[in-house]
C-alpha cells in the first residue's frame, strides 16, 4: 500500500472510532460524564522565516520579526476569549497545546509572555480554579540576539519554551487524577539553522483519573506539522503504542496536525474500552458554535497577515 492509502486507510479508522465515541455520549449529561476541551494556544507567529534563514543576520532578523508578531497576535487578548469559553462550558479536564513562554530580556526589550500564567490569571478573575495536572517539556529554543532593543546588539535576548498542558477543574470532587507522566518522541524532526539545530522536541503528557470511581487516562499531544509526514506518522505510532496505550479506557485530546480536513486540527479522539465489561465514564463533548478562529486560536492571524 503506498503511503497516501495508508494515510486515508489510517485515518478512516480514526474517524470510525470518533464517531463511536461521539454517539455513545450524545445523551444528557449526568454525573458520569466527563466533560473534556481541547486548545492550541498558537504560539504566536510562524517560525517559517527562522527556519529558512540561511546566514547569522538573516536568523536574528527573522527572530526579530517572529517576535513581533507574537505580540501583535496579542495573546492576553485571546487568553481571555478561552477563559470565557472554559467558563461557558465548565469542563472538567483541558488539553492545551504550543503552551509557549516566550522571555525577553534587556533594555527596551518587549514584555514577555508566560501563556499559562496569563490563561490561568484570567480563570481566576472568572472564579475559576483549573490547576496543572501534568505537562510536557518540548522546545527549549535560546537564548538568541533580539533586534527589538534599544541597546547594542546583543544586549537583548529572547527564549522560547514549549509545553503541552492538562488542566484539571478544582470544583469537581468526583473527579480525581493520579499518576501524571510526560515524554518526548523518539522521532523529532531538526532544522539546521546559522544558530544551530532547531527542533520542536514534540512530547506527550498523561494523566490517570477516576469519575465517581470509573477510571480512565487523559493524553495530550501535539504531533509534528504535515509537511513532515514520515516524523509525524513515527510520532504517532509512537503516541499509540505509548502513552495512548493502555487496558482501559483512553481519551487523547491534542493538535494531531493531521492533513484531513479542517475539523480534525486540534480533535478529540475517544479510543473505547475493549476490556471492561459495563460502560465506563462517559465523554460530554460540549454543544457550541464554532469560535472565532481570529480570538482564539489565531488562525485568522495568519491568514490576514
Known amino acids: 500500500m503506498n503511503r497516501r492509502a495508508h494515510r486515508i486507510g489510517t485515518i478512516a479508522l480514526l474517524v470510525l472510532a470518533l464517531v463511536a465515541g461521539m454517539t455513545a455520549t450524545v445523551a444528557a449529561k449526568d454525573k458520569r460524564d466527563l466533560t473534556v476541551m481541547t486548545q492550541n494556544l498558537y504560539v504566536g507567529a510562524s517560525v517559517a522565516p527562522v527556519s529558512a ?45 504550543e503552551v509557549t513562554t516566550w522571555t525577553s530580556t ?11 500564567a ?4 484570567d480563570l481566576a ?6 490547576s496543572v495536572a501534568s505537562t510536557s517539556n518540548n522546545a527549549n529554543v535560546g537564548p538568541v540576539p533580539l533586534l527589538l532593543c ?30 501524571p507522566q510526560n515524554g518526548r518522541y523518539i522521532a523529532q524532526q531538526v532544522q539546521t539553522t546559522p544558530a544551530g539545530p532547531l527542533s520542536f522536541n514534540r512530547g506527550w503528557a498523561s494523566i490517570d483519573g477516576t469519575l465517581d470511581g470509573k477510571a480512565f487516562r487523559f493524553v495530550t499531544t501535539h504531533l509534528e506539522i504535515e509537511q ?39 480533535g478529540l479522539l475517544v479510543l473505547p474500552d475493549r476490556h471492561a465489561h459495563e460502560p465506563g465514564v462517559r465523554v460530554h463533548l460540549a ?19
Not at 233 to 262: M, Y
Request: hydrophobic share 40%; aromatic share 8%; glycine share 8%.
Open 118 to 121: 496569563i490563561l490561568q490569571q
Open 287 to 305: 454543544d457550541r458554535p464554532r469560535p472565532d478562529p481570529w480570538r482564539i486560536s489565531c488562525a485568522g492571524c495568519q491568514a490576514h497577515r
Open 53 to 97: 534563514a540561511t546566514t547569522p543576520f538573516e536568523f536574528i532578523l527573522a527572530v526579530a520579526t517572529v517576535y513581533s508578531e507574537v505580540q501583535f497576535t496579542d495573546f492576553p487578548a485571546r487568553a481571555d476569549a478561552i477563559a470565557a469559553e472554559i467558563e461557558a462550558n465548565e469542563p472538567d479536564v483541558i488539553a492545551l497545546q
Open 106 to 116: 534587556g533594555p527596551g526589550a518587549p514584555p514577555s509572555l508566560d501563556f499559562l
Open 228 to 266: 513532515s509526514l514520515a516524523i509525524q506518522e513515527a510520532q504517532g505510532r509512537e503516541f499509540l503504542d505509548g502513552p495512548a496505550k493502555t487496558g482501559g479506557a483512553v481519551i487523547a485530546a491534542g493538535d494531531f496536525n493531521s492533513a484531513g480536513h479542517e475539523s480534525w486540527r486540534s
Open 150 to 179: 534599544t541597546g547594542a546588539l546583543g544586549s537583548c535576548l529572547l527564549t522560547l519554551q514549549d509545553h503541552d498542558v492538562i488542566l484539571v477543574n478544582d470544583s469537581n470532587p468526583s473527579l480525581h487524577t493520579l499518576h
Open 125 to 130: 478573575g472568572r472564579g475559576l480554579s483549573y
